[in-house]
């Protein structure tokens, strides 16, 4: 009678003052996995006669009544064997303590870590694998898909969008393989190592690491607890680590299209995007900023767990969490991905005019000059480099209705770079038919060609407004003898062209890019005006047609290389 009274009361008086390290005896799946070993060593016990039968009986009993009874209120349950056992005494009587024979609170934290890191490691495999499956699918579909690669920030190359998506497949494949290589290592037990030195108990340690699914043993008691249970957790930050550095590379490529008015990868609308709250025109990409924003999250997590085990003694209890690396944000930051992935939408024609729009083959010219007339590579290089200067050649063959004879004082830089630019710029004013007080609004005014026709709408006599994208290219245009300068990244063109013209609105328009900037027409143009385009960056192109007709808005489109030998003979007079 004094047994079980004192039995209680033990158990009440231990349950009501945990230690001050309970925080990190808990998290996770740890409580049931304190349930799980407590069961695998009573199993080993009764095997081994370290308890006899009929006592390793009541106490399996016990351990069930138990746990029945802390999921009935999950709030008391506790990962902290000194809690549990008192309630073990309780049901199962003194002999119940026998469970703990030849163990330490020490290796069964070890223990808990483990299985831990091993369900969590499996639940972010298996995540990362369904999401690389999508990328490979969305590879497929893009084969072909032209788009601009980048170094620097600045276009370097053409290459395909499944090019780009296989290279971060090969990463994620990568990461797959260490997380392979890391549950190797993480699935062995250290179960039976006691506090450090093991026991003088003849515990079966290969029998509980059996039953608690694990491989083999972390043979040496000393490195069991005190070492492994180290690196194992941070052998696993590492790899999350890395693998969140990926995707947050991989969020920021697609979120920077973001910043361009016609960008070639957006996100499906939906749940992945939201409305802003003022600009009903605007959607924010926010699945990207929150996969850029949770794998940060995840690189700042992961080096906590670095953090605490760093500058440690061994056995010391700050690296030795039951939940070391929790994995419920990885596995989520994986889902996401997987959900971005789903909502991609590629704009083909506009990825391919982007690339057309640039010289980003160049490298081409200075390989075929080595592939095909031995010319050294550097030789090669510094040859096709010369782009200031409008072309590589120092010298063309061209038929003689298009060598224009320029004046002797225009030296070879200048007369480089007119050619073409010039000539479109040219024929451009022609058709607009600009003239003295017209006001004109040419888009790129900063380009080859706005240049130029800001410079020649001026010597006819109209007033200029030209539309650019940056601070520094805003001096150009003024320094080409813009009158007023748009920055359509910073300011509304509409709103501003309105102002400008006491909405009047302009008389004609010098236009670089009609896919891009046809959605300002009905906010710029006044009735009777005429747009002159000259370049379109998608093969179709959605119109305002109803207000261009009611508006008598007129439409010349052209290519300088088709014009014809008349308008090439107007354009050489000019």
């Known amino acids: ?137 969305l590879a497929d579909k893009n084969i072909d898909t032209i788009i601009p690669a980048y170094t620097h920030g600045v276009q370097a190359q053409p290459t395909t969008f499944a090019h780009y998506l296989l290279a971060l497949a090969s990463a994620l494949d990568r990461d797959s393989e260490r997380l392979q290589e890391t549950y190797r290592r993480i699935n062995l037990s250290p179960l039976g190592a006691a506090a450090l030195g093991t026991s003088g108990f003849p515990l079966d340690r290969k029998r509980l690491a059996v039953l608690l699914g694990f491989d083999g043993l972390v043979e040496n008691s000393y490195d069991a607890n005190h070492l492994a249970s180290v690196d194992s957790s941070l052998e696993l930050a590492s790899v999350l680590e890395i693998s969140a550095i990926q995707l947050g590379q991989f969020a920021q490529d697609i979120h920077t299209q973001y910043a361009d008015p016609v960008p070639w990868f957006t996100l499906s609308e939906g749940k992945l995007t939201g409305i802003s709250s003022i600009m009903p025109q605007k959607r924010n990409p926010a699945a990207l900023e929150q996969l850029r924003a949770q794998s940060s999250i995840i690189v700042g997590e992961m080096q906590t767990v670095f953090l605490i085990a760093h500058n440690n003694r061994t056995g010391m209890f700050d690296y030795r969490g039951y939940d070391p690396v929790p994995s419920a944000r990885p596995v989520e930051v994986f889902n996401l991905f997987g959900k971005v992935l789903d909502g991609i939408v590629v704009n083909k024609d506009r990825a391919l005019a982007e690339v057309n729009a640039d010289y980003s083959t160049t490298t081409e010219i200075a390989d075929v000059l080595l592939q095909t007339a031995s010319v050294p590579f550097r030789i090669g290089h ?193």
């Open 382 to 574: 510094h040859f096709a480099s010369k782009r200031p200067f409008g072309t590589a050649a120092e010298y063309i063959v061209l038929p003689a209705a298009q060598a224009v004879h320029l004046p002797d004082n225009v030296d070879y830089a200048v007369g480089a770079c007119l050619g073409i630019p010039a000539l479109t710029a040219i024929q451009a004013i022609r058709l607009a038919q600009v003239g003295p007080g017209a006001t004109v609004l040419i888009a790129g005014g900063a380009g080859s060609v706005g240049h130029y026709a800001i410079q020649l709408a001026k010597v006819r006599g109209a007033r200029v407004i030209t539309i650019i994208s940056s601070d520094a290219k805003s001096a150009h245009a003024r320094a080409a003898g813009a009158d007023e300068v748009i920055n359509y990244r910073t300011e509304d063109v509409g709103e501003r062209v309105s102002t400008l013209t006491s909405g009047r609105g302009v008389d004609a328009v010098i236009e670089v890019d009609l896919s891009r900037n046809a959605r300002f027409y009905p906010a710029v143009l006044r009735p009777h005006a005429t747009v002159v385009i000259y370049g379109m960056s998608t093969n179709e192109t959605t119109l305002p047609s109803l207000w261009l007709m009611q508006n008598s808005v007129t439409l010349r489109l052209f290519l300088v290389y088709e014009l014809s030998a008349a308008d090439r003979a107007a354009g050489t007079r000019s």
């Open 1 to 137: 009678m004094l047994q079980v009274t004192f039995a209680a009361v033990s158990a009440n008086a231990q349950t009501s003052s945990r230690d001050i390290n309970e925080a990190f005896r808990g998290g996770g799946r740890s409580v049931e996995f304190l349930d799980q070993i407590n069961k695998a060593s009573i199993v080993m016990l009764d095997k081994t006669g370290l308890a006899p039968h009929p006592m390793a009986a009541r106490i399996a009993k016990g351990i069930e009544q138990v746990i029945a009874k802390e999921n009935l209120s999950p709030a008391d349950r506790s990962a902290d064997y000194l809690d549990f056992e008192p309630k073990l005494i309780a049901v199962a009587g003194p002999d119940a303590s026998r469970l703990h024979t030849g163990r330490s609170r020490q290796d069964i934290a070890a223990t808990i870590a483990r299985i831990s890191l091993r369900d969590g490691l499996l639940k972010e495999y298996s995540a990362l694998v369904v999401a690389r499956e999508k990328l490979l699918a």
